[in-house]
């Protein structure tokens, strides 16, 4: 079921010099819709100047939880891999 939420109705600015064009101003049904830098679509972040970088970063946190998680859950802490992979996850 689709839920009319304010919360779901974000506008981003997709362009690559921003300054160049101020960001709009949209209603919908005489709601000011607010215009972010990033949103969250489909598990998607997508950002104003679509590099992904959050969406990336985002994927990088819940990764190195996981490992980090099962790592523990198996009785022993991250000791495997090199010197550059331990500073990479810490």
Avoid at 30 to 36: A, F, K, L, M, R
Avoid at 40 to 47: E, S
Wanted: aromatic share 6%; proline share 6%; net charge neutral.
């Amino acid at each position: 079921m689709a839920s009319n939420s304010q919360a779901e109705k974000q506008c981003v600015c997709i362009s690559a010099d921003c300054t160049a064009h101020p960001n709009p101003e949209l209603t919908l049904n005489g709601t000011v819709i607010p215009v972010v830098e990033q949103t969250k679509f489909l598990g998607v972040i997508f950002d104003n100047k679509l590099t992904f970088l959050p969406h990336i970063r985002y994927l990088k946190e819940n990764c190195v939880k996981a490992l980090v998680k099962q790592s523990y859950s198996a009785g022993s802490p991250v000791t495997w891999g090199s010197l550059e992979t331990r500073e990479l996850i810490g």
